[in-house]
């Protein structure tokens, strides 16, 4: 039975810089207006970027967190759109896979590291006095996804294919680790989470057998596993919500392959209906005509998707409208890497592995 209450250092500042970039779909247009950049002088590959808050002498300040294979840095901003580097964590023998934040933790950022697979999840915080970086593992192993949670929680997944565990783990509101709590095992390697947005204790996994499960957070309970078909295999999850009892998931398909008709597909909404687990596709956003790449990195928030190709462009799409609304090109000949959107705005931030992070605002 499914419960009710769970389905119904040194600093760097670089000048503000203007482009716009032509949309990809002239009924739907999306701009792409480019505000700020900054330049990571780790020298070494970049591998991520995000925004948190980070409070700063008694302010809270929308700060960038930017990720090399060997430093993780946080940039607060300055004026004009301008940055300047006042943390940094530094790795020497595991390198960074990407940046995990855990909501509603003040001061506190998370981090994967690993080679191919994650190894270590780490968490990275200063002394109270604000005056040196301070790292925390959290857990280690043969860990398959990770994901931040409301309420200050950090859910992971690994162990052997005979020994795995679902382990959620909260924080206290310095950051402190404050207790553990395990869900029940789906017996399948997991790919990736999602909270189920208006269902605070619902968790959303994606499995390798593309089964996507349901877990109660409460209790640990796993409510539900589904079958999704066979069309798309190992589809990544990246947002779900909740309405009228039923479950709508936006998925990405890094194996899919493009067709003449269809195009090239790159990410899926999806409903799902729990009590009878039956599942169909509602819509597909595939690239325009003249595109072509597949699915490499990407972030969905609100009702929009951005993804980084193969080719090297950035793709945005209007999930609602369902539309591809702008493409972003390579920059001076060097290919995106990866892409998110900031927690708090309309602003989108991209990467290149070179360490050049773009901001621009979407509209």
Same mark, same amino acid.
């Given at each position: 039975?499914?419960?009710?209450?769970?389905?119904?250092?040194?600093?760097?500042?670089?000048?503000?810089?203007?482009?716009?970039?032509?949309?990809?779909?002239?009924?739907?247009?999306?701009?792409?207006?480019?505000?700020?950049?900054?330049?990571?002088? =780790?020298?070494?590959?970049?591998?991520?970027?995000?925004?948190?808050?980070?409070?700063?002498?008694?302010? /809270?300040?929308?700060?960038?967190?930017?990720?090399?294979?060997?430093?993780?840095?946080?940039?607060?901003?300055?004026?004009?759109?301008?940055?300047?580097?006042?943390?940094?964590?530094?790795?020497?023998?595991?390198?960074?896979?990407?940046?995990?934040?855990?909501?509603?933790?003040?001061?506190?950022?998370?981090?994967?590291?690993?080679?191919?697979? #994650?190894?270590?999840?780490?968490?990275?915080?200063?002394?109270?006095?604000?005056?040196?970086?301070?790292? %925390?593992?959290?857990?280690?192993?043969?860990?398959?996804?990770?994901?931040?949670?409301?309420?200050?929680?950090?859910?992971?997944?690994?162990?052997?294919?005979?020994?795995?565990?679902?382990?959620?783990?909260?924080?206290?509101? $310095?950051?402190?680790? /404050?207790?553990?709590?395990?869900?029940?095992?789906?017996?399948?390697?997991?790919?990736?989470?999602?909270?189920?947005?208006?269902?605070?204790?619902?968790?959303?996994?994606?499995?390798?057998?593309?089964? #996507?499960?349901?877990?109660?957070?409460?209790?640990?309970?796993?409510?539900?596993?589904?079958?999704? +078909?066979?069309?798309?295999?190992?589809?990544?999850?990246?947002?779900?919500?909740?309405?009228?009892?039923?479950?709508?998931?936006?998925?990405?398909?890094?194996?899919?392959?493009?067709?003449?008709?269809?195009? =090239?597909?790159?990410?899926?909404?999806?409903?799902?209906?729990?009590?009878?687990?039956?599942?169909?596709?509602?819509?597909?956003?595939?690239?325009?005509?003249?595109?072509?790449?597949?699915?490499?990195? +990407?972030?969905?928030?609100?009702?929009?998707?951005?993804?980084?190709?193969?080719?090297?462009?950035?793709?945005?799409? $209007?999930?609602?409208?369902?539309?591809?609304?702008?493409?972003?090109?390579?920059?001076?000949?060097?290919?995106?890497?990866?892409?998110?959107?900031?927690?708090? $705005?309309?602003?989108?931030?991209?990467?290149?592995?070179?360490?050049?992070?773009? %901001?621009?605002?979407?509209?």
């Amino acid at each position: 039975m499914i419960s009710e209450n769970i389905f119904p250092t040194a600093s760097v500042a670089l000048m503000t810089e203007i482009a716009d970039v032509p949309a990809c779909d002239s009924l739907n247009p999306g701009t792409l207006q480019l505000v700020s950049k900054l330049k990571n002088p =780790s020298g070494s590959c970049s591998v991520d970027v995000s925004a948190m808050l980070w409070e700063i002498a008694g302010f /809270k300040e929308q700060c960038i967190i930017t990720a090399c294979e060997y430093v993780v840095s946080l940039w607060k901003p300055l004026d004009t759109w301008q940055w300047e580097k006042i943390y940094s964590w530094h790795f020497a023998e595991v390198p960074v896979l990407q940046i995990v934040l855990v909501p509603d933790v003040c001061n506190l950022v998370c981090v994967a590291l690993g080679n191919l697979e #994650i190894r270590e999840i780490r968490a990275l915080l200063c002394s109270p006095d604000g005056k040196s970086e301070k790292q %925390v593992l959290l857990t280690s192993g043969n860990i398959k996804a990770v994901l931040g949670l409301t309420k200050r929680r950090l859910v992971s997944s690994g162990g052997t294919l005979c020994d795995q565990q679902v382990e959620i783990m909260t924080f206290a509101e $310095d950051g402190g680790s /404050k207790e553990k709590q395990f869900l029940m095992h789906p017996e399948e390697t997991i790919l990736t989470f999602a909270e189920v947005q208006g269902m605070q204790e619902a968790l959303l996994g994606t499995t390798i057998m593309n089964n #996507i499960v349901i877990w109660n957070l409460k209790t640990g309970q796993l409510l539900k596993k589904m079958h999704i +078909g066979d069309s798309y295999q190992a589809s990544v999850c990246h947002k779900a919500y909740s309405e009228m009892g039923l479950l709508f998931v936006v998925l990405s398909h890094p194996c899919a392959k493009g067709s003449k008709l269809l195009g =090239s597909p790159v990410f899926q909404l999806i409903v799902i209906n729990p009590k009878t687990t039956l599942s169909v596709g509602v819509m597909l956003y595939c690239l325009p005509q003249g595109q072509a790449g597949r699915f490499l990195e +990407g972030d969905v928030k609100d009702h929009f998707a951005a993804a980084v190709l193969t080719s090297g462009t950035i793709a945005i799409w $209007d999930l609602l409208l369902g539309h591809c609304t702008a493409l972003l090109p390579p920059v001076s000949d060097q290919n995106w890497s990866f892409v998110k959107w900031s927690g708090v $705005d309309s602003h989108l931030l991209a990467g290149q592995k070179d360490g050049n992070i773009f %901001v621009y605002r979407y509209y």
